[in-house]
């Protein structure tokens, strides 16, 4: 069915198309139920008979409802009729971040309250017991307030679609799975958390950190890949090289425990590029090493300062 051409699906009067995804095209529309403006995705045909994605939707959605957070644009369901299938949300005028890393990509400042911001809105979602289960810069939008919010949740292929070698999901998008998800494991928090690193980096650098000119190339670049480097990475702050690589750990396990952990860190980071406070959180290694650059800087504090007191006393 040709969306734009009808101008009306159901109630929804359509003003104008935002733009396009694996699911199906994305669309501003007016509902006249409800007389408000709202998002709608208008999924594929094929993937609205598909039992397993059109389940893992609607359950998702129905979870969803309640879910009001800055950070997430508020899901207020899916409709579906003889022919059609449709995700209705909240419509969010603004930017996808994509488009806004086109232009140009984050400075460190920049970066930082974004990483924050969004990182709550994922905070948000799992402790709901939601995951988003396909994060990528396409699927987060920034309001024109400012305030970047999570689009789509749980519109995402299965794990058996991620597998297939056609067209549905493209090959570029493999790059924001988690190497478990492309093993054929289901979704989790982990997997979440590997995907907005993935963006975090995208953010910082233009681009995704792992390119293959097949899907078989990019898959197993994704498997075998190095950590990154901060002397040859285009990030030159240690730090977030760090916090990025424990999100993007090749094992779940070796990856922040939740939400709540990522946010903290990015927090230790901000207040250590403002104040040169310790970053703890990040590992074992670099905590250590945080840890005695504080020391030693209050160490030659405290030598200054006596020696300044004996100065002033021998006068």
């Known amino acids: 069915m040709e969306t734009a051409a009808r101008k009306r699906v159901l109630q929804y009067h359509i003003h104008k198309k935002l733009g396009s995804g694996f699911a199906g095209d994305l669309y501003e529309a007016w509902d006249s139920g409800l007389d408000r403006i709202v998002t709608l995705r208008i999924i594929r045909d094929e993937l609205a008979k598909n039992e397993a994605f059109s389940c893992q939707l609607s359950t998702s959605a129905f979870s969803a409802r309640e879910l009001d957070h800055p950070n997430i644009c508020r899901c207020y369901g899916v409709e579906e009729s003889d022919e059609i299938m449709i995700a209705v949300m909240e419509y969010v005028p603004g930017q996808m971040l994509s488009k806004r890393i086109a232009k140009s990509p984050f400075d460190i400042n920049q970066f930082l309250v974004f990483a924050v911001q969004i990182s709550e809105g994922l905070k948000a979602l799992h402790d709901s017991g939601l995951t988003h289960k396909y994060i990528t810069s396409d699927n987060i939008i920034i309001s024109d307030s400012g305030t970047p919010k999570f689009l789509d949740i749980s519109i995402a292929p299965t794990p058996a679609m991620i597998k297939q070698e056609d067209e549905l999901v493209a090959a570029n998008k493999l790059a924001y799975f988690a190497p478990e998800i492309l093993d054929g494991h289901s979704p989790s928090v982990y997997s979440d958390q590997y995907a907005l690193g993935i963006v975090f980096y995208e953010c910082l650098t233009g681009k995704l950190p792992f390119k293959g000119v097949t899907r078989k190339e990019l898959i197993e670049k994704i498997g ?92």
């Open 224 to 315: 075998n890949s190095e950590p990154l480097d901060h002397k040859n990475s285009e990030i030159k702050n240690g730090h977030i090289v760090l916090l990025i690589n424990k999100m993007i750990a090749k094992v779940p396990s070796e990856r922040f425990t939740d939400a709540e952990e990522l946010i903290t860190t990015l927090k230790e980071i901000e207040e250590f590029n403002k104040n040169g406070i310790a970053v703890t959180k990040i590992g074992p290694k670099e905590q250590l090493k945080s840890r005695l650059h504080f020391m030693s800087s209050l160490v030659i504090l405290l030598v200054v300062a006596i020696w300044l007191l004996f100065a002033s006393l021998s006068k």
